[in-house]
Protein backbone atom coordinates (compact mmCIF):
# COMPACT_ATOMS: atom_id res chain seq x y z
CA UNK A 1 0.00 0.00 0.00
CA UNK A 2 2.51 2.50 0.71
CA UNK A 3 4.64 1.92 -2.22
CA UNK A 4 1.58 2.21 -4.80
CA UNK A 5 1.63 5.77 -2.46
CA UNK A 6 4.06 6.68 -2.98
CA UNK A 7 4.43 6.01 -6.94
CA UNK A 8 3.24 9.09 -7.56
CA UNK A 9 4.62 11.93 -5.86
CA UNK A 10 3.15 15.56 -5.53
CA UNK A 11 4.23 19.04 -4.35
CA UNK A 12 1.45 19.08 -2.35
CA UNK A 13 2.04 19.01 1.54
CA UNK A 14 0.92 16.44 3.59
CA UNK A 15 0.05 14.50 -0.71
CA UNK A 16 1.33 11.27 0.74
CA UNK A 17 -1.06 11.25 4.31
CA UNK A 18 -3.83 11.62 1.93
CA UNK A 19 -3.42 8.75 -0.33
CA UNK A 20 -2.58 6.22 2.59
CA UNK A 21 -5.85 7.31 4.10
CA UNK A 22 -7.75 6.84 0.95
CA UNK A 23 -5.86 3.65 -0.02
CA UNK A 24 -6.19 1.87 3.85
CA UNK A 25 -9.55 2.79 4.27
CA UNK A 26 -9.68 3.24 7.98
CA UNK A 27 -9.97 6.15 10.37
CA UNK A 28 -6.90 8.34 10.83
CA UNK A 29 -6.31 7.24 14.28
CA UNK A 30 -5.94 3.61 13.33
CA UNK A 31 -3.36 4.55 10.18
CA UNK A 32 -1.45 6.44 12.88
CA UNK A 33 -1.19 3.19 14.81
CA UNK A 34 -0.35 1.44 12.43
CA UNK A 35 2.41 3.59 10.82
CA UNK A 36 4.16 3.79 14.38
CA UNK A 37 3.54 0.09 15.41
CA UNK A 38 5.07 -1.73 12.01
CA UNK A 39 7.04 1.37 10.48
CA UNK A 40 8.25 3.78 13.08
CA UNK A 41 6.74 6.75 11.88
CA UNK A 42 4.86 8.98 13.58
CA UNK A 43 1.98 10.93 12.93
CA UNK A 44 1.76 14.50 15.03
CA UNK A 45 -1.90 15.78 15.97
CA UNK A 46 -3.11 18.31 13.72
CA UNK A 47 -5.04 20.07 15.89
CA UNK A 48 -4.04 23.99 17.23
CA UNK A 49 -3.59 22.65 21.38
CA UNK A 50 -0.16 20.70 19.64
CA UNK A 51 1.48 23.49 18.32
CA UNK A 52 1.22 25.74 21.12
CA UNK A 53 2.97 22.75 22.77
CA UNK A 54 5.76 22.09 20.08
CA UNK A 55 8.67 24.52 19.17
CA UNK A 56 10.22 24.43 15.40
CA UNK A 57 14.06 24.06 16.43
CA UNK A 58 14.95 23.96 12.53
CA UNK A 59 13.47 23.89 9.04
CA UNK A 60 14.34 24.68 5.19
CA UNK A 61 10.62 24.06 3.92
CA UNK A 62 10.57 20.55 3.00
CA UNK A 63 11.64 19.18 6.36
CA UNK A 64 10.85 21.02 9.89
CA UNK A 65 12.64 19.82 13.12
CA UNK A 66 10.14 19.71 16.22
CA UNK A 67 10.61 19.67 19.51
CA UNK A 68 7.34 18.31 21.42
CA UNK A 69 7.63 17.93 24.93
CA UNK A 70 10.65 15.23 25.90
CA UNK A 71 10.74 13.98 22.18
CA UNK A 72 12.21 15.26 18.52
CA UNK A 73 10.45 14.65 15.39
CA UNK A 74 11.52 15.27 11.85
CA UNK A 75 8.72 16.26 9.65
CA UNK A 76 8.46 15.22 6.49
CA UNK A 77 5.64 14.94 3.22
CA UNK A 78 7.59 11.53 2.66
CA UNK A 79 9.22 9.27 5.44
CA UNK A 80 10.47 6.54 3.08
CA UNK A 81 12.20 8.87 0.78
CA UNK A 82 16.13 8.31 0.30
CA UNK A 83 15.70 12.24 0.72
CA UNK A 84 14.32 11.97 4.59
CA UNK A 85 16.68 9.24 5.35
CA UNK A 86 19.77 11.31 4.54
CA UNK A 87 18.32 13.91 6.77
CA UNK A 88 17.76 11.58 9.71
CA UNK A 89 20.93 10.46 9.42
CA UNK A 90 23.02 13.73 8.81
CA UNK A 91 21.07 15.17 11.83
CA UNK A 92 23.25 13.10 14.03
CA UNK A 93 20.97 12.37 16.34
CA UNK A 94 19.90 9.00 17.72
CA UNK A 95 16.42 9.78 19.62
CA UNK A 96 14.79 12.02 15.87
CA UNK A 97 11.72 10.34 14.76
CA UNK A 98 10.31 10.33 11.27
CA UNK A 99 7.28 12.25 11.23
CA UNK A 100 4.87 12.61 8.24
CA UNK A 101 3.49 15.81 7.49
CA UNK A 102 -0.66 16.27 6.92
CA UNK A 103 -2.21 18.90 4.55
CA UNK A 104 -0.96 22.32 6.12
CA UNK A 105 0.90 20.99 8.75
CA UNK A 106 4.77 22.11 7.83
CA UNK A 107 3.02 25.61 6.68
CA UNK A 108 1.17 25.91 10.23
CA UNK A 109 4.93 24.86 12.27
CA UNK A 110 6.46 27.38 10.46
CA UNK A 111 4.03 30.35 10.91
CA UNK A 112 4.70 29.74 14.40
CA UNK A 113 8.53 29.32 14.35
CA UNK A 114 11.16 29.83 17.08
CA UNK A 115 14.44 30.95 16.41
CA UNK A 116 16.74 28.74 15.05
CA UNK A 117 19.13 27.68 18.14
CA UNK A 118 22.60 28.57 17.31
CA UNK A 119 23.60 24.68 17.61
CA UNK A 120 20.87 22.60 16.44
CA UNK A 121 21.86 20.76 13.26
CA UNK A 122 21.38 21.74 9.65
CA UNK A 123 18.62 19.79 7.67
CA UNK A 124 20.59 18.91 4.50
CA UNK A 125 20.47 16.16 2.40
CA UNK A 126 24.84 15.79 2.81
CA UNK A 127 25.64 12.85 4.93
CA UNK A 128 28.31 15.63 6.51
CA UNK A 129 26.38 17.49 8.90
CA UNK A 130 27.84 17.99 12.15
CA UNK A 131 27.73 14.73 14.48
CA UNK A 132 26.80 14.42 18.16
CA UNK A 133 28.67 12.28 20.87
CA UNK A 134 27.08 9.24 19.68
CA UNK A 135 27.81 9.33 15.85
CA UNK A 136 31.03 10.11 16.19
CA UNK A 137 31.49 7.59 18.25
CA UNK A 138 29.67 5.06 15.94
CA UNK A 139 31.94 6.32 13.00
CA UNK A 140 35.06 6.21 15.08
CA UNK A 141 34.02 2.39 15.95
CA UNK A 142 34.33 1.20 12.16
CA UNK A 143 36.50 3.58 11.10
CA UNK A 144 39.13 2.14 13.79
CA UNK A 145 37.94 -1.49 12.39
CA UNK A 146 38.65 -0.59 8.70
CA UNK A 147 41.54 0.75 9.70
CA UNK A 148 43.41 -1.94 11.59
CA UNK A 149 41.84 -4.93 9.22
CA UNK A 150 39.37 -6.28 11.54
CA UNK A 151 36.83 -8.71 10.69
CA UNK A 152 33.75 -7.61 12.82
CA UNK A 153 32.96 -5.54 15.14
CA UNK A 154 31.05 -6.31 18.39
CA UNK A 155 28.94 -3.47 20.20
CA UNK A 156 27.92 -4.94 23.40
CA UNK A 157 26.06 -3.36 25.99
CA UNK A 158 26.63 -3.73 29.57
CA UNK A 159 25.22 -2.21 32.81
CA UNK A 160 27.75 0.33 32.34
CA UNK A 161 27.23 1.42 29.07
CA UNK A 162 28.44 -0.20 25.75
CA UNK A 163 31.91 -1.65 24.82
CA UNK A 164 33.07 -2.16 21.18
CA UNK A 165 35.14 -5.17 20.79
CA UNK A 166 36.69 -5.79 17.25
CA UNK A 167 37.85 -9.69 15.80
CA UNK A 168 41.05 -9.02 14.32
CA UNK A 169 42.95 -12.02 13.13
CA UNK A 170 39.94 -14.16 14.69
CA UNK A 171 40.63 -13.58 18.03
CA UNK A 172 38.57 -10.43 20.28
CA UNK A 173 40.41 -7.64 20.87
CA UNK A 174 39.06 -4.36 22.86
CA UNK A 175 37.82 -1.10 21.57
CA UNK A 176 36.33 1.97 22.75
CA UNK A 177 33.92 2.41 25.31
CA UNK A 178 30.84 4.63 26.42
CA UNK A 179 30.39 4.27 29.94
CA UNK A 180 26.86 5.62 29.85
CA UNK A 181 23.15 3.31 29.56
CA UNK A 182 21.07 5.71 28.48
CA UNK A 183 23.83 6.40 25.15
CA UNK A 184 23.74 2.48 24.70
CA UNK A 185 20.70 2.78 23.63
CA UNK A 186 21.21 5.62 21.19
CA UNK A 187 23.77 3.69 19.92
CA UNK A 188 22.29 0.58 18.93
CA UNK A 189 19.66 3.40 17.57
CA UNK A 190 22.24 4.81 15.31
CA UNK A 191 23.48 1.68 13.97
CA UNK A 192 19.70 0.87 12.95
CA UNK A 193 19.50 4.21 11.35
CA UNK A 194 22.29 3.64 9.12
CA UNK A 195 21.02 -0.10 8.42
CA UNK A 196 18.02 1.52 7.80
CA UNK A 197 16.00 -0.64 10.05
CA UNK A 198 13.12 -0.14 12.89
CA UNK A 199 14.63 2.02 15.77
CA UNK A 200 11.08 1.13 17.13
CA UNK A 201 11.59 -2.76 17.55
CA UNK A 202 13.87 -3.94 20.65
CA UNK A 203 12.52 -7.39 20.94
CA UNK A 204 13.25 -9.08 17.88
CA UNK A 205 16.55 -9.63 16.13
CA UNK A 206 17.02 -7.37 12.43
CA UNK A 207 19.24 -7.82 9.69
CA UNK A 208 20.73 -4.97 7.85
CA UNK A 209 22.96 -3.96 5.57
CA UNK A 210 25.38 -0.31 5.41
CA UNK A 211 27.56 1.71 2.54
CA UNK A 212 30.11 3.44 4.97
CA UNK A 213 32.79 5.37 3.70
CA UNK A 214 36.01 6.85 5.29
CA UNK A 215 37.72 10.50 5.10
CA UNK A 216 39.94 9.12 2.29
CA UNK A 217 37.10 8.01 0.35
CA UNK A 218 37.14 4.34 0.46
CA UNK A 219 34.09 2.41 0.73
CA UNK A 220 33.21 -0.40 3.04
CA UNK A 221 29.71 -2.55 2.94
CA UNK A 222 28.86 -3.57 6.26
CA UNK A 223 26.56 -6.06 7.25
CA UNK A 224 24.49 -5.52 10.68
CA UNK A 225 22.99 -7.62 12.94
CA UNK A 226 21.04 -7.10 15.86
CA UNK A 227 20.00 -8.83 18.87
CA UNK A 228 18.31 -8.25 22.03
CA UNK A 229 19.92 -8.92 25.13
CA UNK A 230 19.09 -8.32 28.76
CA UNK A 231 20.05 -5.14 29.14
CA UNK A 232 19.21 -3.93 25.84
CA UNK A 233 20.41 -4.83 22.25
CA UNK A 234 23.77 -5.65 21.08
CA UNK A 235 24.99 -4.76 17.53
CA UNK A 236 27.54 -6.91 15.25
CA UNK A 237 28.82 -5.56 12.54
CA UNK A 238 30.65 -7.63 9.83
CA UNK A 239 32.92 -5.55 7.11
CA UNK A 240 32.08 -6.98 3.37
CA UNK A 241 35.48 -5.52 1.59
CA UNK A 242 38.86 -7.03 0.42
CA UNK A 243 40.04 -5.83 3.67
CA UNK A 244 43.42 -7.95 3.41
CA UNK A 245 43.18 -6.92 -0.47
CA UNK A 246 42.22 -3.23 -1.21
CA UNK A 247 46.24 -2.14 -0.71
CA UNK A 248 47.04 -5.26 -3.10
CA UNK A 249 47.44 -4.37 -7.35
CA UNK A 250 46.99 -7.90 -7.54
CA UNK A 251 43.86 -10.30 -7.96
CA UNK A 252 42.80 -12.50 -5.09
CA UNK A 253 44.85 -16.22 -6.01
CA UNK A 254 45.79 -18.73 -3.78
CA UNK A 255 49.65 -17.66 -3.82
CA UNK A 256 48.41 -14.27 -2.06
CA UNK A 257 46.56 -16.59 0.77
CA UNK A 258 49.44 -18.34 1.66
CA UNK A 259 49.23 -21.96 0.23
CA UNK A 260 52.15 -23.84 0.20
CA UNK A 261 54.14 -24.78 -2.99
CA UNK A 262 52.69 -28.45 -2.90
CA UNK A 263 48.93 -27.63 -2.13
CA UNK A 264 48.20 -24.72 -4.57
CA UNK A 265 49.16 -26.95 -7.86
CA UNK A 266 46.81 -29.79 -6.63
CA UNK A 267 43.77 -26.84 -5.93
CA UNK A 268 44.02 -25.59 -9.48
CA UNK A 269 43.88 -28.40 -10.86
CA UNK A 270 40.62 -29.47 -9.30
CA UNK A 271 39.54 -25.84 -9.88
CA UNK A 272 40.20 -26.71 -13.54
CA UNK A 273 38.25 -29.96 -14.03
CA UNK A 274 35.49 -29.76 -16.56
CA UNK A 275 32.46 -30.68 -14.04
CA UNK A 276 31.95 -32.41 -10.58
CA UNK A 277 33.06 -30.53 -7.03
CA UNK A 278 35.62 -28.91 -5.04
CA UNK A 279 34.34 -28.60 -1.51
CA UNK A 280 36.21 -26.55 0.77
CA UNK A 281 35.20 -27.81 4.60
CA UNK A 282 36.43 -25.68 7.83
CA UNK A 283 34.97 -24.21 10.78
CA UNK A 284 33.19 -20.95 10.67
CA UNK A 285 35.87 -18.33 10.30
CA UNK A 286 38.77 -20.53 8.71
CA UNK A 287 38.56 -18.75 5.32
CA UNK A 288 36.52 -20.93 3.01
CA UNK A 289 35.09 -18.56 1.11
CA UNK A 290 38.20 -16.68 0.01
CA UNK A 291 39.59 -19.87 -0.97
CA UNK A 292 36.60 -20.73 -2.87
CA UNK A 293 37.13 -17.02 -4.30
CA UNK A 294 40.79 -17.38 -5.43
CA UNK A 295 40.55 -20.87 -7.03
CA UNK A 296 37.44 -19.46 -9.12
CA UNK A 297 39.42 -16.36 -9.83
CA UNK A 298 41.99 -18.09 -11.24
CA UNK A 299 40.05 -20.04 -13.57
CA UNK A 300 38.17 -17.30 -14.40
CA UNK A 301 39.24 -16.99 -18.41
CA UNK A 302 36.33 -14.80 -19.53
CA UNK A 303 35.61 -17.84 -21.54
CA UNK A 304 33.22 -19.98 -19.50
CA UNK A 305 29.75 -18.41 -18.28
CA UNK A 306 30.45 -17.97 -14.33
CA UNK A 307 27.43 -17.64 -11.94
CA UNK A 308 27.59 -17.12 -7.97
CA UNK A 309 24.72 -17.55 -5.64
CA UNK A 310 25.88 -16.23 -2.37
CA UNK A 311 25.23 -15.21 1.39
CA UNK A 312 26.21 -12.00 1.53
CA UNK A 313 28.56 -11.12 -1.95
CA UNK A 314 32.06 -10.49 -0.04
CA UNK A 315 33.65 -9.85 -3.48
CA UNK A 316 33.52 -8.26 -6.63
CA UNK A 317 34.63 -10.90 -9.13
CA UNK A 318 34.66 -8.97 -12.74
CA UNK A 319 32.68 -10.92 -15.61
CA UNK A 320 30.73 -13.10 -13.15
CA UNK A 321 27.36 -13.10 -12.52
CA UNK A 322 26.74 -12.84 -8.53
CA UNK A 323 23.35 -13.24 -6.98
CA UNK A 324 22.96 -12.34 -3.15
CA UNK A 325 20.24 -14.37 -1.16
CA UNK A 326 17.17 -12.53 0.28
CA UNK A 327 15.36 -15.11 2.08
CA UNK A 328 13.10 -12.48 2.83
CA UNK A 329 12.08 -12.19 -0.77
CA UNK A 330 12.27 -15.94 -0.89
CA UNK A 331 15.63 -16.50 -2.71
CA UNK A 332 17.21 -19.08 -1.12
CA UNK A 333 20.46 -21.08 -1.88
CA UNK A 334 17.87 -23.93 -3.19
CA UNK A 335 15.52 -21.64 -5.20
CA UNK A 336 18.51 -19.68 -6.87
CA UNK A 337 20.50 -22.58 -7.53
CA UNK A 338 17.50 -23.95 -9.44
CA UNK A 339 17.04 -20.81 -11.17
CA UNK A 340 20.57 -20.50 -12.10
CA UNK A 341 20.78 -23.88 -13.92
CA UNK A 342 18.34 -22.01 -17.03
CA UNK A 343 21.25 -19.33 -17.64
CA UNK A 344 23.62 -22.18 -18.80
CA UNK A 345 26.34 -22.11 -16.87
CA UNK A 346 29.85 -23.78 -17.21
CA UNK A 347 31.05 -22.89 -13.73
CA UNK A 348 28.54 -22.62 -10.51
CA UNK A 349 29.82 -21.23 -6.79
CA UNK A 350 27.13 -22.11 -4.12
CA UNK A 351 28.60 -19.90 -0.77
CA UNK A 352 27.24 -22.47 1.62
CA UNK A 353 25.67 -25.96 1.66
CA UNK A 354 23.50 -25.31 4.18
CA UNK A 355 20.24 -27.90 3.91
CA UNK A 356 18.84 -30.78 1.75
CA UNK A 357 17.67 -29.29 -0.67
CA UNK A 358 20.48 -27.29 -1.44
CA UNK A 359 23.31 -30.59 -1.03
CA UNK A 360 20.93 -32.07 -3.67
CA UNK A 361 20.62 -29.74 -6.55
CA UNK A 362 24.53 -29.09 -6.39
CA UNK A 363 25.17 -32.65 -6.34
CA UNK A 364 22.89 -33.21 -9.41
CA UNK A 365 24.81 -29.67 -10.76
CA UNK A 366 27.89 -31.38 -10.62
CA UNK A 367 26.92 -35.03 -11.99
CA UNK A 368 25.10 -32.95 -15.51
CA UNK A 369 28.48 -31.19 -16.56
CA UNK A 370 28.54 -28.28 -14.50
CA UNK A 371 31.76 -27.66 -11.77
CA UNK A 372 30.58 -26.29 -8.54
CA UNK A 373 32.60 -24.45 -6.29
CA UNK A 374 31.13 -24.64 -2.89
CA UNK A 375 31.53 -24.75 1.21
CA UNK A 376 30.38 -26.89 3.91
CA UNK A 377 30.59 -26.69 7.76
CA UNK A 378 32.99 -29.61 8.87
CA UNK A 379 36.18 -30.59 10.75
CA UNK A 380 37.68 -32.97 8.10
CA UNK A 381 36.96 -35.15 5.20
CA UNK A 382 35.22 -38.05 6.80
CA UNK A 383 32.90 -34.95 9.07
CA UNK A 384 31.64 -34.21 5.01
CA UNK A 385 30.69 -37.38 4.32
CA UNK A 386 28.78 -37.94 7.15
CA UNK A 387 27.53 -34.66 6.52
CA UNK A 388 26.00 -35.35 3.00
CA UNK A 389 24.82 -38.47 4.40
CA UNK A 390 22.44 -36.38 7.26
CA UNK A 391 21.36 -34.45 4.13
CA UNK A 392 20.27 -37.53 2.54
CA UNK A 393 22.51 -37.46 -0.47
CA UNK A 394 23.51 -41.16 -1.88
CA UNK A 395 27.20 -42.72 -1.28
CA UNK A 396 27.13 -43.57 -5.24
CA UNK A 397 26.55 -39.59 -6.13
CA UNK A 398 28.40 -37.96 -4.13
CA UNK A 399 31.37 -40.54 -4.63
CA UNK A 400 30.79 -39.35 -8.90
CA UNK A 401 30.19 -35.76 -8.04
CA UNK A 402 32.94 -35.37 -5.68
CA UNK A 403 36.19 -34.62 -7.05
CA UNK A 404 38.04 -33.02 -4.11
CA UNK A 405 37.61 -31.83 -0.91
CA UNK A 406 40.14 -28.69 0.74
CA UNK A 407 39.89 -28.93 5.03
CA UNK A 408 41.50 -25.46 6.02
CA UNK A 409 42.14 -23.65 8.84
CA UNK A 410 43.59 -19.98 9.72
CA UNK A 411 46.88 -19.47 12.07
CA UNK A 412 48.09 -16.45 13.24
CA UNK A 413 51.17 -15.69 12.55
CA UNK A 414 54.36 -14.69 14.90
CA UNK A 415 55.03 -10.73 14.71
CA UNK A 416 58.63 -10.97 13.59
CA UNK A 417 59.32 -7.45 15.64
CA UNK A 418 58.69 -8.89 18.69
CA UNK A 419 59.42 -13.37 18.27
CA UNK A 420 60.84 -14.75 21.49
CA UNK A 421 62.24 -18.70 21.55
CA UNK A 422 62.01 -21.02 24.90
CA UNK A 423 62.01 -25.03 25.20
CA UNK A 424 59.33 -27.57 25.03
CA UNK A 425 57.76 -28.19 28.21
CA UNK A 426 58.48 -32.07 29.42
CA UNK A 427 54.36 -32.21 29.09
CA UNK A 428 54.03 -30.86 25.28
CA UNK A 429 57.11 -33.02 24.35
CA UNK A 430 55.37 -36.19 26.15
CA UNK A 431 51.94 -35.13 23.94
CA UNK A 432 54.02 -34.59 20.93
CA UNK A 433 55.70 -38.05 21.18
CA UNK A 434 52.41 -39.37 21.89
CA UNK A 435 50.55 -38.06 18.48
CA UNK A 436 53.62 -39.17 16.57
CA UNK A 437 54.46 -35.25 15.66
CA UNK A 438 57.41 -33.32 14.74
CA UNK A 439 59.32 -32.55 17.83
CA UNK A 440 60.89 -28.87 16.97
CA UNK A 441 64.22 -28.11 18.90
CA UNK A 442 62.45 -24.99 20.32
CA UNK A 443 59.24 -23.15 20.02
CA UNK A 444 58.47 -19.42 19.54
CA UNK A 445 56.75 -16.99 21.94
CA UNK A 446 53.96 -14.76 21.61
CA UNK A 447 55.61 -11.71 23.28
CA UNK A 448 53.86 -8.63 21.85
CA UNK A 449 55.00 -5.55 20.98
CA UNK A 450 52.90 -2.03 19.72
CA UNK A 451 53.55 -3.15 15.83
CA UNK A 452 51.15 -6.14 16.56
CA UNK A 453 48.83 -4.45 19.08
CA UNK A 454 50.95 -6.43 22.23
CA UNK A 455 49.08 -9.68 20.58
CA UNK A 456 52.22 -11.32 19.36
CA UNK A 457 50.85 -12.44 16.18
CA UNK A 458 50.58 -10.17 13.03
CA UNK A 459 48.52 -11.46 10.43
CA UNK A 460 47.24 -15.22 9.84
CA UNK A 461 48.14 -17.63 6.99
CA UNK A 462 46.07 -20.43 5.49
CA UNK A 463 47.03 -24.19 6.76
CA UNK A 464 45.34 -27.21 4.44
CA UNK A 465 45.07 -30.67 3.01
CA UNK A 466 44.14 -31.09 -0.04
CA UNK A 467 42.14 -34.62 -0.96
CA UNK A 468 42.03 -35.54 -4.36
CA UNK A 469 39.50 -38.15 -4.66
CA UNK A 470 40.63 -41.42 -6.24
CA UNK A 471 38.95 -44.83 -6.96
CA UNK A 472 40.12 -46.09 -3.93
CA UNK A 473 38.39 -43.44 -1.69
CA UNK A 474 35.51 -43.86 -3.66
CA UNK A 475 35.46 -47.66 -3.22
CA UNK A 476 35.02 -46.74 0.44
CA UNK A 477 32.91 -44.21 0.53
CA UNK A 478 30.51 -46.45 -1.10
CA UNK A 479 30.85 -49.43 0.65
CA UNK A 480 30.79 -46.92 3.77
CA UNK A 481 33.82 -48.21 5.81
CA UNK A 482 35.03 -47.31 9.55
CA UNK A 483 36.65 -43.92 10.43
CA UNK A 484 39.46 -45.42 11.64
CA UNK A 485 40.01 -47.44 8.06
CA UNK A 486 39.25 -43.94 6.40
CA UNK A 487 41.80 -41.69 8.18
CA UNK A 488 44.54 -45.01 7.12
CA UNK A 489 44.18 -44.26 3.70
CA UNK A 490 43.94 -40.76 3.57
CA UNK A 491 46.73 -39.76 5.78
CA UNK A 492 48.98 -43.16 5.85
CA UNK A 493 51.96 -42.01 7.66
CA UNK A 494 50.02 -38.71 9.08
CA UNK A 495 52.50 -36.19 7.02
CA UNK A 496 49.31 -34.77 5.54
CA UNK A 497 47.40 -33.71 8.98
CA UNK A 498 46.51 -30.65 9.80
CA UNK A 499 48.59 -31.36 13.13
CA UNK A 500 51.44 -32.65 11.37
CA UNK A 501 51.83 -29.56 9.14
CA UNK A 502 51.31 -27.04 12.06
CA UNK A 503 53.96 -28.37 13.94
CA UNK A 504 56.42 -28.14 11.36
CA UNK A 505 55.76 -24.61 11.04
CA UNK A 506 55.80 -23.64 14.65
CA UNK A 507 59.56 -25.09 14.45
CA UNK A 508 59.87 -22.96 11.70
CA UNK A 509 58.87 -19.90 13.82
CA UNK A 510 55.93 -19.09 11.54
CA UNK A 511 53.16 -19.71 14.77
CA UNK A 512 53.28 -20.92 18.28
CA UNK A 513 52.30 -24.14 19.29
CA UNK A 514 49.72 -22.76 21.66
CA UNK A 515 47.84 -20.98 18.39
CA UNK A 516 48.24 -24.88 17.09
CA UNK A 517 46.39 -25.94 20.30
CA UNK A 518 43.60 -23.32 19.91
CA UNK A 519 42.63 -23.90 16.20
CA UNK A 520 43.75 -27.40 15.07
CA UNK A 521 44.42 -29.27 17.97
CA UNK A 522 47.14 -32.34 18.72
CA UNK A 523 45.02 -34.55 19.67
Not at 93 to 110: E, M, N, V, W
Not at 229 to 258: C, M, N, P, Y
Not at 465 to 493: C, I, P, T, W
Amino acid sequence: MIQEARRQPSELEGWLWERLLAASGVPAEQLARCLSDWQGVEVLPATPTFWRTASVVSGDGAAVLLAVDHASYLLVDDPWSADSMRRLDGAGRADLRLAIAQPGQRAQSGAQRAPVLADAPKLEASPAAPQGSVVSFVNEAIAGAYAGGASDIHFETNRKGIHVKYRLDGVMAAGPAMEDPSKAEEVISRIKVMGQLDITERRRPQDGRIRWQSDAGEGVDLRVSIMPSIFGEDAVLRLLDKAQLRHETATISLDLLGFSAELAPKVRALASKPHGMLLVTGPTGSGKTTTVYAALSEVNDGLEKIITIEDPVEYELPGVLQIPVNEQKGLTFATGLRSILRHDPDKILVGEIRDPETAQIAVQSALTGHLVFTTVHANSLPDVLGRFRHFGIEAFALASALNGVVVQRLLRQCCPDCIQWRDLSPLELAQLKQEALPVPARVPVAAGCPACRGTGYRGRFVLAEVHVLNDRVRDMMLAQESMSAFKDLLYGDGRHRLAYQALELVGAGRTTIEEVHRVVGLG
